[in-house]
């Protein structure tokens, strides 16, 4: 891993560079909030690192870029950067060194490691004997009591929100910004439409990305969007299956009409669909224009989303056959690894990206850089 001054020093250089150029103002946001400064403090380079989408167009665009004597590389840089940013605004703070270590290896192995610790608490609880081949009719909390499962995800739910607050927390206290900078919905609304749109993915003319190679494209964006929207429909599925048990008192298996069915099914084919194309894009992606040693944490977020969704159609296919607990703790220990690895893993980059994406809205409404 390159120091972090090293780092600092080279996107510093690029920025000036491009600074003086200018040639790619109109590509992305970047260039508007790096032409809205005169120097790049590490603090302005973090936040810069973190608007950036990671098109490429630049590169391809550049007459400073490698070979060139000057070297000038973005993409690269503010890669290298983004993801010390993640290190640097990890919480708590011992726990940073988990980006280095979560690659898709790491990652199999947590959620294996996850399954075979639900395995012997059901063991313990005198649950393995029906554990495999016994019918529960479709019900999960005859293996597991619904408290049981409840407190155990509730429980790592909160850790997890707790320590992606304290990273933005970190992210924004960095920017120079206060906290009441924070209420300015002009600015929210022009961000979340940024990022709910992925609008700097569309390119100049709406004819998509250089990604992943010089030629545009729209499949990232498309891909993207299968792997947000499907998270979110996921994550529906869940809370409006916990009102659904705890106000309600409707316990599940649930009907193929009630909304856990209707936002998880489709939520579920998002996250097939999108995590299995961005998979396949950054297998074929122009090494010159991103950080090849994120490529295993990348591929660990990929791999454990698609994992998720798959095992979680299967265990509902099957789940009124003999192979509900065997299929039940699978899913349950691969979530549990998803949700342990969040605030250390890829996930986190949409958090600060939309952290960038409303200080460059602030900027813009300021008419400086703030």
């Known amino acids: 891993m390159q120091r972090i001054e090293t780092l600092i020093d080279e996107a510093r250089h690029n920025m000036t560079v491009c600074n003086a150029c200018r040639y790619c103002e109109g590509f992305c946001p970047v260039f508007p909030a790096m032409e809205r400064r005169l120097t790049f403090s590490r603090e302005d380079l973090n936040y810069l690192a973190n608007l950036c989408h990671n098109c490429s167009e630049c590169l391809y665009a550049c007459q400073y870029a490698p070979p060139h004597e000057f070297a000038v590389n973005v993409p690269k840089s503010m890669a290298k950067l983004r993801a010390s940013s993640y290190r640097?605004?990890?919480?708590?703070?011992?726990?940073?060194?988990?980006?280095?270590r979560n690659g898709l290896v790491s990652s199999i192995a947590l959620a294996l490691g996850m399954t075979l610790i639900l395995l012997v608490a059901i063991a313990l609880n005198g649950g393995l004997a029906g554990l495999f081949g016994a019918r529960h009719g479709g019900d999960f909390y005859a293996l597991m009591p619904h408290n049981v499962m409840a407190g155990l995800f509730g429980g790592v739910a909160l850790f997890v929100v707790l320590a992606l607050a304290m990273g933005f927390v970190g992210f924004w206290r960095e920017s120079g910004e206060g906290a009441r900078a924070l209420f300015d919905r002009g600015a929210w609304r022009d961000a979340l439409s940024e990022a709910a749109s992925l609008r700097h993915l569309h390119g100049q003319g709406d004819v998509g990305c250089t990604y992943p190679d010089e030629y545009h494209s729209h499949w990232r964006r498309r891909f993207?969007?299968?792997?947000?929207?499907?998270?979110?429909?996921?994550?529906?599925?869940?809370v409006t299956g916990?009102?659904?048990?705890?106000?309600?008192?409707?316990?599940?298996?649930?009907?193929?009409?009630?909304?856990?069915?209707?936002?998880?099914?489709?939520?579920?084919?998002?996250?097939?669909?999108?995590?299995?194309?961005?998979?396949?894009?950054?297998?074929?992606?122009?090494?010159?224009?991103g950080d090849g040693r994120q490529l295993g944490m990348d591929m660990a977020f990929i791999a454990l989303l698609w994992l998720s969704s798959l095992s979680g159609l299967v265990l509902m296919l099957f789940r009124e056959s003999s192979a509900l607990g065997l299929l039940l703790v699978i899913h349950l220990g691969i979530v549990l690894a998803l949700f342990v690895t969040l605030p250390y893993g890829k996930f986190v980059h949409g958090l600060y990206r939309l952290g960038a994406l409303y200080r460059n809205a602030l900027e813009r409404r300021r008419g400086g850089a703030g």
């Open 88 to 100: 640097e605004y990890a919480w708590p703070g011992p726990l940073a060194r988990l980006f280095d």
């Open 224 to 238: 993207h969007h299968f792997t947000a929207y499907g998270f979110l429909l996921c994550f529906a599925a869940t």
């Open 242 to 289: 916990t009102f659904y048990y705890y106000l309600l008192g409707w316990v599940a298996p649930y009907e193929l009409v009630s909304l856990p069915k209707l936002f998880g099914i489709p939520g579920g084919l998002g996250l097939l669909v999108g995590p299995a194309g961005l998979f396949y894009l950054k297998l074929k992606r122009d090494p010159a224009s």
